[in-house]
């Protein structure tokens, strides 16, 4: 069995050798090239290219075939190839949950990539094939996932803002299932996508959304959320109340928040309440100190609702979330604030800042 060199040959030939090596292969397809031409050639070799996967051994052939198609997909005028593209991506794309060869796919899936125009709106689909198989095979690493660099892509791609959407969701699973930290930015994102008029689509990305951030440890920023139109779609509703006293509230509202509506903070958002109450500390803490140059001990523990023996390794605990700057006076039992970050940025931080 040989397997086809794409070299400098006609396109005619070169389909004619993909086809003939595919039938010694084992696959069901004629040795003969289509009187339609190129188009339909190249669907019929993508469609029997499952072969491949099935009965070659050596990783060097599947690689050569799979090339040697990208090459003549590469050939199609742009209006002829998205379907060939789109199908190309359905063969690769889509592995058995036992497949061996998913690097080897993802490679083909880049060549494609990286072959089209680098404005072709036809990257969207195959980076979308890239990030579902990638995702699937925790093998996310092999695939571009910063949001600056696809941002970019998107404005060269021209597409839909539901394709726009579509990517964002899928890259934000992607990450979620890879564990990743920028799973929120992307998702923060994807909301930012949606309108007052179509708001109402993302209400379940919305509240994954505000879920995400509040068990986040180290977020302690969240007013930006509430601009967001899907975000302000759920006023009204038990988790925006949440939402914003974590963005202005104090320890105390959230704690008669929770006494209202336990379930719903831990059974239904499925958030921890003793993390929720150490957050909250550090965010009443912030707060308390934005216009103040120094707090004593007795202050903190009364506002924080802590043991006097666990003042110091509260603060402690605050500055390691650098978002107050400060030192302990351990003698006057007292802390001095150099400067703390604003829970919320308006127009009093502006006028404070000139």
């Known amino acids: 069995m040989s397997i086809p060199v794409i070299i400098d040959i006609a396109v005619q030939d070169q389909t004619a050798e993909l086809r003939s090596f595919l039938k010694s292969s084992g696959a069901e397809i004629s040795s003969e090239n289509a009187e339609a031409g190129l188009l339909v050639d190249l669907k019929n070799i993508i469609e029997a290219s499952d072969i491949c996967w099935k009965e070659l051994n050596n990783d060097g052939e599947i690689e050569m075939v799979f090339n040697g198609i990208i090459s003549l997909v590469l050939l199609l005028p742009p ?25 080897i796919r993802l490679k083909m899936l880049c060549n494609l990539f990286h072959g089209v125009e680098a404005a072709s709106p036809l990257r969207y689909v195959v980076y979308l094939s890239l990030v579902r198989l990638a995702g699937q095979a925790d093998m ?10 696809i941002k970019v892509w998107i404005a060269k791609w021209d597409i839909s803002s539901q394709k726009v959407q579509t990517l964002l969701r899928t890259l934000h699973n992607a990450l979620v299932q890879a564990k990743a930290q920028d799973s929120t930015k992307v998702l923060i994102e994807l909301l930012g996508t949606y309108t007052e008029d179509n708001a109402s689509q993302a209400r379940e990305d919305a509240q994954k959304c505000i879920v995400t951030c509040l068990a986040y440890k180290n977020m302690f920023l969240m007013d930006h959320l ?10 009204g509703e038990s988790i925006h109340d949440l939402l914003t006293i974590f963005v202005s509230g104090k320890l105390p509202q959230y704690q008669q928040f929770y006494k209202n509506n336990p379930d719903f903070v831990t059974t239904f958002l499925g958030l921890k309440h003793e993390e929720n109450i150490q957050k909250m500390r550090v965010l009443t803490f912030m707060q308390s100190v934005e216009n103040r140059k120094e707090i004593d001990f007795g202050t903190i523990q009364k ?39 604003h829970r919320t940025f308006g127009k009093q931080q502006w006028q404070d800042r000139n």
């Not at 209006?79 to 690097?103: H, M, Q, W, Y």
């Not at 509430?226 to 006023?235: A, D, I, Q």
């Open 79 to 103: 209006n002829e190839a998205e379907s060939v593209v789109t199908l190309f991506c359905e063969k690769v794309g889509k592995a058995p949950s036992n497949d061996k060869r998913i690097n």
């Open 140 to 149: 996310l690493h092999m695939v571009p996932t910063n949001l600056d660099e």
């Open 303 to 341: 506002e924080m609702q802590i043991d006097e023996d666990d003042v110091e390794e509260f603060i402690i605990n605050v500055l390691r979330t650098k978002t107050v700057s400060a030192s302990i006076d351990q003698m006057q039992k007292k802390v001095l604030i150099n400067w703390t970050t």
């Open 226 to 235: 509430l601009s967001l139109k899907p975000v302000k779609f759920l006023e």
